[in-house]
């Protein structure tokens, strides 16, 4: 039986890698020729340009690997089963259900291998991928920021905000330090909120406080209400500093959306990015319980190329109804955690049935 369990895996990794490095390749010249107006509008150069797609890898590996697992698993066990090779397994007393082992230990092992690289690789080249995008080859300014946090600084002031929401056009602790040639502090302004009117940051409460003149040292102190925060930026440039679920990894996005949830903002959308972190790895495990039974009945009713075909649009319905539960779960019409799962449930469910028309 290991013999079989060895010949097996054999002949699906040499599948699975053809497949694999196709998809990839293929992926790639799409997108440069989706960017290439980009690239030369801005005038990027070639190192920066190889920069930002080498980067990219990383996401596209997330997303084809479903793909080329289901491709592998369906190619592999239909080209054994016109050779008729399943046949003769089974008429040595193998079942089917014996067959299946290493496929499903096989999608266990990438699943986890795909939720590990999600977690430490996948976030930082996002990062790095969006800030050559943004910064090197758009020209566009960033901040410096930490979490939740911006710092910058202009000619004659250091801004620090708390929290930006670019959507929502609001911003909430606020502190900004005016500063004199000499890198004094001349004056400091505190406000809570403040929100965008289409023109200025307008905010219900702003504290001034300079250094009192003269001798006597101290600080004088100005409230104003309903006011203008002093900010020159709008709204969509902080959009460039909020970070973005793909660029966190699943416990740093758990801890962000802590915060939120205690800063009374919207955690919807969040939290189905969070159950994603989780479900869009375990792909491979489902995919794996889809491609099983199609390989067996493609190889024995039709021919390989139709088996393909079959993987191919099998594995974009399931990135059709996976987007899909997630934009119903970003838009509050599906829970969180259903938004995130319920494409697997389905494929899951279709992949049991269609083992069950099968011999064990």
Do not use: C
């Not at 929100?195 to 200025?200: E, F, L, S």
Request: charged letters at 20%; hydrophobic letters at 50%.
């Amino acid at each position: 039986m290991k013999k079989i369990e060895r010949y097996l895996f054999i002949e699906f990794i040499r599948i699975f890698s053809l497949a694999f490095l196709a998809s990839i390749s293929l992926y790639l010249v799409v997108d440069f020729f989706e960017r290439i107006n980009m690239l030369i509008s801005n005038e990027a150069g070639l190192s920066t340009s190889l920069l930002f797609f080498l980067y990219k890898i990383p996401i596209i590996v997330t997303q084809i690997t479903p793909v080329a697992l289901l491709l592998a698993i369906v190619v592999s066990l239909g080209s054994l089963n016109r050779r008729n090779e399943i046949l003769a397994i089974r008429a040595s007393g193998i079942r089917n259900i014996y067959l299946f082992r290493p496929f499903l230990i096989v999608g266990i092992a990438v699943s986890l291998l795909m939720f590990i690289f999600s977690e430490t690789i996948v976030p930082l080249a996002n990062f790095k991928m969006e800030y050559i995008k943004n910064v090197e080859i758009k020209k566009q300014k960033l901040g410096v920021f930490r979490a939740r946090e911006i710092w910058y600084r202009d000619a004659n002031s250091i801004f620090h905000i708390e929290s930006v929401s670019p959507d929502r056009k609001q911003l909430q602790g606020i502190h900004i330090w005016n500063l004199s040639p000499e890198f004094e502090i001349q004056a400091r302004m505190d406000s809570p909120e403040a929100t965008w009117d289409g023109r200025r940051w307008q905010t219900g409460t702003l504290i001034t406080r300079w250094p009192r003149p003269g001798s006597a040292g101290g600080l004088q102190v100005n409230i104003e209400q309903k006011t203008f925060v002093p900010i020159p930026q709008a709204p969509e440039d902080f959009a460039l500093v909020v970070l973005n679920p793909e660029e966190m990894t699943y416990f740093k996005l758990k801890d962000y959306i802590r915060q939120l949830k205690n800063a009374g903002q919207e955690i919807q959308p969040l939290l189905v990015d969070l159950h994603a972190k989780i479900s869009v790895p375990f792909l491979a495990l489902i995919v794996t319980l889809l491609g099983f039974p199609l390989g067996l009945r493609f190889g024995r009713r039709g021919g390989i190329l139709l088996g393909i075909f079959a993987s191919l649009t099998a594995g974009f319905a399931f990135w059709i109804v996976l987007a899909l539960g997630l934009s119903l779960g970003h838009a509050g019409s599906l829970p969180p955690l259903l938004g995130a799962w319920i494409s697997h449930v389905i494929f899951a469910a279709g992949g049991i049935m269609l083992m069950k028309g099968e011999p064990v």
